[in-house]
């Protein structure tokens, strides 16, 4: 295995740490197992699950989730959150001035915006969290092939103003490129089902796959640490012994040195 290391070219964690929030509606399972999966192994990460099936942003009588993300960062003080939600959206919201306004227009994705940001800049935790929040692929059929890109286009506009400290994690184009909807893709050289018989959320496969594009992000992002090759770790870990400096010749006792 050592002989393996000797280039340095793989990368092994240097630091690791703190707890990691996977958080949404129903899309979001499935999805923090195989997050739990892939970071837990790693050394000090936590992963949090807190889903809220059936909930939406434009259904606050059912959960108020602005409100509630104040609650998550209080309770859990996430280092990172993970959020994936939006299959149960697309209801008529109010805004500021108090109109319902129907989805799936400018003015309804601009409401979307507003009380995403609010979660946003909540789960950012003043700079330190970070926001990693997944895009709805398309659906197959019904009114969701109107909402998600709605949905979608709400949280482009959102992020916008968080720069580096958010990533919107684009499943739309790893599932349904230019929304074009598959049940089976070829992922790493293999075929996968990715899709439940709904044609809405994600199988295990499918997860599995959504949780490598966040960490990914993750690492690139040294959200969890920084990484460092392996030969610096290995150095740290096994230190040489010090060179000790040539001893300056003395003179034998009883001669004088010339």
Not at 32 to 61: F, I, N
Not at 154 to 174: K, T
Not at 208 to 234: C, Q, W, Y
């Amino acid at each position: 295995m050592l002989a393996s290391l000797g280039d340095g070219a793989i990368d092994a964690e240097a630091r690791t740490g703190g707890r990691v929030l996977a958080t949404g509606d129903s899309m979001i399972q499935y999805v923090d197992a195989a997050l739990e999966q892939r970071l837990e192994r790693r050394r000090r990460v936590r992963v949090a699950s807190d889903a809220h099936v059936s909930t939406g942003l434009s259904k606050p009588s059912l959960l108020n989730w602005p409100r509630y993300a104040k609650r998550q960062v209080r309770r859990y003080k996430p280092r990172v959150t993970v959020m994936f939600i939006g299959a149960n959206d697309g209801f008529p919201m109010a805004g500021r001035s108090g109109r319902s306004v129907p989805c799936c227009g400018r003015a309804w994705q601009g409401e979307y915006a507003r009380r995403a940001t609010r979660m946003m800049r909540t789960y950012n935790r003043g700079g330190d969290g970070r926001v990693y929040w997944l895009l709805l692929p398309q659906a197959r059929g019904g009114s969701f092939r109107k909402v998600f890109p709605a949905v979608n286009a709400g949280l482009r506009r959102a992020a916008r103003p968080f720069g580096s400290r958010l990533r919107l994690i684009h499943l739309d184009r790893v599932f349904t490129p230019r929304g074009r909807f598959r049940s089976v893709m070829r992922y790493r050289g293999r075929l996968a089902t990715v899709r439940q018989p709904d044609g809405v959320h994600l199988t295990q496969a499918g997860a599995a796959i959504a949780a490598d594009k966040v960490v990914a992000a993750m690492d690139r992002d040294h959200a969890l640490g920084r990484r460092r090759k392996v030969g610096a770790v290995l150095k740290r870990a096994f230190p040489l012994p010090r060179r000790s400096s040539p001893a300056r010749s003395r003179a034998p006792s009883g001669l004088a040195s010339r």
